[in-house]
């Protein structure tokens, strides 16, 4: 989620970031002008019947998606959030930024449109040294995450960290020591979120591996990326499955392979140098119902739609390349939590 250059604000929120679904349409939900007075009844359309096994109150986005809706000329944040209310999302992910809000009008305003502030991301916004090391940051951080009311606290990026054993060793001892820092200021626990690059294979094994083991889970879980981890060559199933419990919040992120993809897959993993496009979740080849039948409980957990490149649906003129999403990231929203809200998974048993 976090580009290799500085992301200004306007960056943040207008730039496309990245890559995505080409062809990944939908059918037109229209959008903020929907009727929410009618979600008790049954409407396939809008994904608002409850006829999957995913909790409806449990179905996130991260803002990210949509960051290209919030510029000052589209909808700008109260038109955001309207967005995502008639989706019928429950929940919000920041990614750091309020659009120039502070964290408390921002968590007024989505609870306002009936929104849940549930999780952030602290940290850079470049990829230089993670400032959870210093313990004046994290305490700016603790305070911030409690103006936006959260249970938990985590960073998204594993920054400039050596991909080595050793390197990922020390990233375990920092985060049970930011883990143990955080239960203190009154958290839950700390967690980490995941790219590809985490699964940088070394001696054979992902070097993610050393995170899951040399932490202590009472402190430290997991944000598990499941699109990232896909595109990485990884089984999230297979971890999740292990141990549900250290992977309480998953970015739901889908991927289509392609050669022509402008993703590709992080050195050193086993899709190494792959080429694949980012899509609206249920369109690319991410097997979700395997996945999830890895959780005991799918209560227990968040699921929060992202699309890295939702908002590239721009085409200046007649020469420029198909945009990446052309259907744009409203409709990624709509038609990616129609299809979890309707996902049924054959769980195993408890």
């Known amino acids: 989620m976090i580009d290799k250059r500085t992301l200004t ?10 890559a995505a679904a080409v062809g990944a349409l939908g059918p037109y939900s229209g959008l903020a002008g929907a009727d929410h007075r009618d979600r008790g ?14 909790p409806l109150n449990r179905i996130g986005i991260q803002v990210f998606t949509v960051r290209d809706l ?70 700016a951080f603790f305070a911030e995450a409690h103006a936006l009311g959260l249970e938990a606290i985590g960073t998204g990026h594993s920054y400039d960290a050596p991909r080595t054993v050793e390197g990922y060793r020390a990233m375990a001892a920092a985060f049970n020591e930011w883990g143990r820092d955080a239960v203190r200021n009154g958290f839950r626990y700390f967690f980490f979120h995941n790219h590809d690059v985490e699964f940088t294979i070394v001696n054979g094994r992902p070097l ?8 202590d889970p009472r402190y430290v879980k997991f944000e598990l990326d499941l699109g990232w981890m896909s595109a990485a060559g990884e089984d999230p199933y297979e971890y ?5 419990r250290r992977f309480p919040m998953f970015h739901v992120k889908d991927i289509r392979w392609d050669p ?21 979740v249920g369109k690319g080849e991410v097997n979700w119902r395997r996945i999830f039948r890895g959780l005991r409980n799918p209560g227990r957990h968040w699921f929060f739609v992202e699309h890295d490149d939702a908002g590239d ?38």
């Open 41 to 54: 009844k049954s409407n396939k359309d809008y994904g608002f019947c409850r006829g999957g096994d995913i």
């Open 9 to 18: 604000r306007r960056r943040l929120i207008g730039a496309a970031g990245g």
């Open 240 to 244: 999740i499955r292990r141990d549900p």
């Open 260 to 280: 022509n993809g402008p993703r590709v897959a992080a050195a050193g993993t086993a899709n190494a140098g792959r080429r694949f496009f980012f899509v609206d």
């Open 313 to 350: 649906d721009e085409t200046p003129d007649a020469t420029s390349p198909r945009p990446r999403n052309p259907a744009g990231s409203a409709n990624t929203a709509w038609t990616s939590r129609k299809y979890l809200a309707n996902l049924e998974i054959s769980r195993r048993r408890r």
């Open 70 to 139: 919030l510029a000052d000329n589209e909808l700008d944040m109260p038109g955001t959030f309207e967005v995502l209310r008639d989706a019928g999302y429950a929940g919000l992910e920041f990614g750091g930024d309020y659009d120039g809000r502070t964290p408390a009008e921002a968590r007024r305003l989505a609870e306002s449109y009936g929104l849940r502030v549930v999780s952030n991301h602290f940290g850079p916004r470049s990829l230089i040294r993670n400032t959870w090391y210093d313990p004046a940051q994290r305490a």
């Open 208 to 215: 993610f591996d050393i995170l899951l083991e040399e932490t």
